[in-house]
């Protein structure tokens, strides 16, 4: 672990992307938040931009309108951050597979912009507010062992 | 002089990517316009390659808060066009389930509402009783969100008679709490002051741009399909369409909590009334040719479901209109004249939700395509992969 996963692993600031999902990925991340599941235990605090953020939840299959404005997201981020794709959506599209106007997932765009860029997958649809947290806990213990 | 602000697509204030272009002189609010089209996925046309079992699941994800709306409107839709009878039983399941998820969906934008005017404490009280609706669908479902209830002729699983006893101490808390909220939010002064007489909606205005769901009622239309047009097991309940007169924001949020009261009534109605033995399902066998419509409403108005169908085992055509659809044209008459800080509050009072709305976009200053053009093309890639010139429903139909 060198210093800049160090950082990000301490205080996950997250700031949360909608490509196109159903709002239920996006409540649940929300609900994260709400005195239940409190993320603030861990440091995870919603952000209102993406030069603030460390970790971007991305839900949603990626639809056409969208695409360009996550890139110009990623670009505008903070390095070194990480993109979680929360959903079955943003992981593999899930039912919208053979949508003409999905043209996901989110790792497709991510590798397509810069390799480097790490993806956590957090399926489910839509998943849990646990197992939105324990998929974001697993990520930040496994920088551990990465260098960004 | 005039300036236009750019609200979006990505902002913190609201969930979903959508566009708004606030004209504004000086402080004032002089027009303003709304551009979506970010959560278009193509559902209509997916929803035309599956089965009429297999629709529910997709439109289900039309829009995750409403997620019981839309598949009972389909469903509705498709009993309408098939004569398809439906047994007592299941039209209690879902009509209970309707009403759970209207409390739901109320009371997150109770939340989010407080959260959009700055006033947190609010946002936190209302998820966290909001909680407790979503632990009883648990409980009744299996589920948090996508209960997976809905399917034409009746209902996929049955709830237990322990499991409805069970609710009845979480809907006891839940009215409590729900009843504190309102009263606490309407002593407010700080609420009040925001939003008394903002973006006022005058009746004549909410239904010259038809207006629907809560946002009507509180201008003083009593448009509510429950009532107009009883599906499900409404006419046997007890319960009263709120309205209010003023037509501004506080009378709203008035409306939406009265509403989730009135919903926790009948949910206990319901767990009264409820026929503990029959079937839960009709189990038709096909859907003849013709169509049907299925009017549902949704927590934020009436949901509209068109199904054409050809005698085959899918629709031929599925359209959708979502409630806030016809909501955002009564931004032009609620933002005029108000200040750039109270727009917020009154854009999120129709309780907008986009991923609904969506239903067709043009991508013209995006790529020069046409949708049609998209759709098409994609049919016929996949012809040219699988080395056919017909879809293979077509060849069958053709032998
Ligand atoms: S994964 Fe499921 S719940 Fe999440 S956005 Fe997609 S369809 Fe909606």
């Given at each position: 672990m ?90 593999s ?37 646990e ?18 | ?27 004032e ?5 709304v551009q ?25 994800r ?5 997620s ?96 409805l006893?069970?609710?009845?101490p ?48 509180a ?33 709203r ?8 009261l ?23 066998e ?11 409403e ?18 031929v055509?599925?359209?959708?209109r ?7 044209p ?70």
């Open positions: 060198n210093w800049k996963s160090w950082g990000i692993s301490k205080s996950p600031w997250l700031y949360h992307v909608n490509t196109g999902s159903c709002n239920n990925c996006d409540i649940e991340i929300v609900d994260c938040l709400t005195p239940k599941f409190d993320v603030e235990r861990f440091g995870g605090k919603l952000v209102g931009s993406p030069r603030h953020a460390d970790v971007l939840m991305v839900t949603g299959p990626m639809t056409r309108k969208s695409k360009p404005r996550f890139e110009r997201i990623l670009e505008a981020s903070a390095k070194p951050f990480i993109v979680a794709a929360v959903g079955t959506c943003a992981c599209k899930g039912m919208f597979h053979d949508a003409y106007n999905c043209i996901g997932p989110v790792r497709k765009v991510t590798e397509a912009l810069d390799e480097e860029i790490m993806v956590l997958n957090i399926p489910g649809c839509p998943p849990r507010p197992a939105i947290i324990d998929g974001l806990v697993t990520g930040l213990n496994q920088l551990k062992e990465v260098k960004l | 002089m005039a300036t236009t602000i750019p609200i979006g697509p990505y902002h913190p204030l609201q969930e979903e990517p959508e566009h708004y272009l606030l004209t504004v002189e000086e402080e609010v002089i027009d303003v316009d979506i089209g970010y959560n278009h996925r193509g559902i209509e046309k997916l929803s035309e390659k599956k089965t009429f079992n297999q629709v529910p699941f997709l439109v289900e039309v829009c995750g808060i409403c019981h709306s839309h598949p009972y409107a389909y469903c509705l839709a498709v009993e309408d066009c098939g004569d398809i009878e439906v047994p007592e039983r299941a039209k209690y399941i879902r009509t209970l389930i309707g009403e759970l998820e209207r409390i739901h969906s109320h009371l997150l934008w109770a939340g989010l509402a407080g959260h959009f005017i700055g006033y947190d404490t609010v946002f936190m009280w209302a998820w966290k009783y909001r909680e407790d609706v979503l632990d009883l669908l648990e409980l009744l479902t299996g589920n948090r969100n996508a209960y997976a209830m809905m399917k034409p002729g009746g209902v996929q699983r049955e709830i237990k008679r322990e499991d006893e069970g609710a009845r979480k809907l006891e808390t839940l009215r409590e709490k729900s009843e504190m909220l309102y009263n606490a939010i309407l002593d407010d002064p700080v609420l009040k002051a925001r939003l008394e007489g903002v973006g006022v909606l005058p009746r004549e205005d909410a239904r010259a741009f038809g207006a629907l769901g809560p946002t009507s009622r201008s003083g239309l009593p448009a509510d399909v429950r009532a107009d047009f009883p599906y499900g097991v409404y006419d046997e309940l007890d319960w009263k369409v709120i309205t209010r007169e003023d037509g501004d924001t506080l009378a949020v008035e409306v939406r909590l009265l509403e989730t009135e919903s926790i009534k009948m949910t206990e109605q319901i767990i009264d009334e409820i026929p503990d033995e029959g079937s839960i399902d009709s189990e038709p096909n859907v003849p040719a013709g169509e049907g419509i299925g009017n549902y949704a927590p934020r108005g009436e949901c509209f479901h068109y199904v054409q169908s050809d005698g085959s085992n899918r629709p055509r599925h359209k959708i979502a409630p806030t659809f016809m909501n955002f009564t931004y032009k008459s609620t933002c005029k004249g108000e200040t750039v800080a109270d727009a917020t509050i009154i854009l999120a009072s129709v309780d907008p939700c986009y991923s609904c709305t969506e239903r067709a976009i043009s991508l013209k200053n995006n790529e020069d395509v046409d949708l049609l053009e998209l759709s098409q093309q994609k049919t016929a890639d996949l012809k040219q992969e699988y080395g056919v010139d017909k879809s293979p429903l077509e060849e069958v139909l053709d032998e």
